[in-house]
């Protein structure tokens, strides 16, 4: 007993290490970093550029690439990122990445600078790589600069004061590049510099000139402003000059005094300013009568009518005749027009100095309004919220239409009744208003609170169990079914759950997509693999491979909720490990590269197999032990 339990946990251990040691070796990732240098001959100097070449890496692998320019002495191979001062750059399987650009000296000989890069990739595999460029001959120069004349000083305005200030830029010529700085505190700059392959005939490729300016101050010239207006009544109480008020720019004066006759404003510009031709001072004169003044008399109102349906009822109220004026009427009221007339008496005129004022009045012939009865107040639909919230109107009929003002969203809103032309209501008004106040209470708005969806493998077959709940107290959601919605930023695919029942819920289970089976429930097929002819299982991107990585998932009746969700994990399997029922061939749990990329370690069925090896060779090594035991 005891040497057939020591025979079955040798082979165990042996078999479960000799399969890890079969799965784990993969193929490393590798980078090859080149310098390819160009003579600039504008600038003399050459443009050297690196690039990356990635091999050996699996085509849905995504890479992370920083690098950095050293010395020209050799630092090592980088075994990390760290001290990558430039990038990152991503790139995705095998690829040539263009890192950047430098420029060396056109006299560098030999080797220029180490430059280094570190790329990471998905699976946790690094590459340093480094390289440079070789065999520079210091051969790049530029051609010789072109000799242009030293640039004339240019002129300036110096106006009275700084405002108007300037540096008179040079008309362009070949070979030159102006730069003129404003005028601050009374300087300024002016430098012409010679433009690439330009040379001044001096030698130089610069030439500045400072320049001072004076502050001597502007006389402003203003217009000259209007003449003040003036008031000249009867008698000389009245008469005025009324004179602006004083400005920054003008200030006023009166000389001699209307009551006497004459009288003269005078303007004078301020200091610094003049008016046209350099005046300082404007003169206007004033002439003043001196007649007596008549007894104003207030403007009469205009009389009030008396206009009914009945023309002979019609009349004109007119005022009692006073001291200073008396009324009279000119027509008739049944004639439908007449003119009121106000005259004063005496020395009394009015403000314009006319002693009339006619009024004409116009009376209507309208037969008398039929009467209605008073309408009944609409109805309202008072609902949370205010976008549903309105006054239900009557329909408009041959005698009464009906129109709404103001907007029940704002909390008011108010009807109104018209009587049609002819009709009154029995309160004797053409209109009648019904005011309305609404609750702006917020609605609640629908929730999925507490829905869920999970992942989970039954019997070699990936299913969703779903359970959702959707709370909607107000009846605010305009969706009814439920979907899954699967992302992963890029694909999306939205699975329908099902409608949701009288109580607002719905729950039960779907296949994964891409997942399907027979009519036993045997799995036929799992997203993210194919059969090929010979009866082999591969992993593919196709169908719905790319639901293996999701970034987002949510269930979506309206509104939404966001939930985490994944493939169910590889220990529970949910793959074909192994042959389908009613499937031919043999499956395996990969392709050529085991379910991986060739850098990876694509040992998820060896190991589950070497793991249970293991196991069974633990066991039975503890089984010999406890026997052993028992013998002693």
């Known amino acids: 007993m005891r040497r057939l339990l020591a025979a079955i946990a040798a082979f165990a251990l042996g078999a479960g290490l000799a399969v890890v040691g079969a799965a784990a070796p993969a193929s490393a990732h590798t980078g090859d970093l080149l310098a390819k240098a160009v ?32 010395t020209p002495s050799f630092q090592g191979t980088p075994k990390n990122a760290n001290g990558m001062d430039r990038g990152p750059i991503t790139s995705q399987g095998n690829t040539t990445l263009t890192l950047g650009t430098e420029s060396l000296p056109g006299t560098t000989k030999g080797g220029g600078p180490w430059v280094y890069a570190y790329t990471s990739w998905t699976d946790g595999y690094g590459q340093g790589s480094d390289g440079r460029i070789e065999g520079l001959k210091g051969d790049c120069t530029a051609p010789e600069p072109k000799q242009i004349p030293v640039p004339v000083q240019p002129s300036i305005v110096d106006a009275c004061g700084t405002s108007g200030d300037y540096v ?82 003008v200030s006023w004066k009166l000389e001699g005094d209307p009551k006497a006759g004459t009288a003269t404003a005078v303007a004078t510009a301020a200091k610094g300013y003049a008016f046209p ?17 008549p007894v104003i008399v207030p403007e009469p109102v205009k009389p009030e009518i008396v206009d009914l349906c009945d023309v002979d009822r019609d009349e004109v109220l007119l005022p009692e005749e006073t001291e200073q004026l008396v009324w009279h009427l000119e027509g008739e009221p ?15 005129v009015f403000e314009d100095g006319t002693t009339e004022r006619r009024f004409p009045l116009t009376f209507t012939n309208d037969p008398c309004p039929i009467e209605l009865p008073l309408p009944v107040k609409p109805a309202a639909v008072d609902l949370c919220g205010v976008d549903d919230d309105r006054i239900v109107l009557p329909a408009d009929t041959d005698t009464v239409s009906w129109a709404i003002e103001g907007d029940a969203a704002t909390g008011s809103a108010v009807a109104v009744a018209t009587a049609a032309e002819g009709h009154v209501f029995e309160s004797g008004e053409s209109t009648e208003r019904f005011v309305f106040e609404f609750d702006q209470t917020e ?56 409608p949701l029942g009288e109580d ?40 719905f491979g790319w639901t293996h990585s999701l970034t987002s998932a949510y269930i979506e009746v309206n509104p939404e909720l966001s939930i985490d969700l994944e493939y169910p994990p590889a220990v529970v399997g949910c793959g074909p490990a192994s042959k389908p029922a009613g499937t031919p061939g043999t499956p395996v749990a990969a392709g050529d590269g085991q379910g991986l990329a060739s850098t990876g370690f694509a040992g998820g069925p060896a190991i589950a197999i070497a793991g249970g090896l293991v196991l069974a060779g633990a066991l039975a090594l503890a089984v010999q032990l406890i026997l052993r035991r028992k013998r002693a």
């Open 39 to 70: 003579c600039n001959t504008a600038t003399g100097q050459y443009d050297v550029t690196y690039t990356l070449k990635l091999t050996n890496v699996g085509s849905t692998l995504t890479g992370t690439t920083k690098w950095r320019v050293g």
């Open 168 to 249: 008179v830029e040079p008309r362009a010529t070949e070979g030159v590049t102006w730069s003129i700085s404003p005028v601050v505190a009374g300087k300024a700059k002016a430098t012409a510099t010679a433009k690439p392959g330009y040379v001044f005939s001096d030698g130089k490729i610069v030439k500045s000139w400072d320049f001072e300016f004076t502050n001597v101050p502007c006389i402003v010239e203003i217009p000259v402003p209007p003449k003040p207006a003036a008031t000249e009544a009867c008698g000389v109480d009245g008469d005025a000059v009324l004179l602006p008020e004083d400005s920054d720019t």
């Open 277 to 293: 031709g350099g005046a300082t001072e404007h003169r206007y004169d004033y002439t003043f009568t001196n007649e007596p003044c």
């Open 334 to 348: 049944s004639s439908g027009s007449v003119t009121a007339v106000a005259v004063t008496k005496g020395t009394h």
């Open 443 to 498: 609605c609640v708005p629908p929730t999925l609170a507490g829905s869920t969806a999970a992942a989970l493998c039954v019997a070699n077959v990936p299913w969703i169990d779903f359970d959702v709940v959707l709370t909607d107290p107000d009846q605010q959601s305009t969706g009814h079914t439920a979907y899954l919605v699967l992302s992963d930023g890029t694909n999306t695919e939205k699975v329908e759950l099902g």
């Open 504 to 543: 607002g819920s719905v729950d039960g289970r779907v296949l994964w997509p891409g997942a399907a089976i027979d009519e036993a429930g045997n799995p036929t097929a799992w997203p993210g693999w194919k059969q090929l002819p010979n009866g082999r299982w591969v992993v593919t991107e196709e169908n």
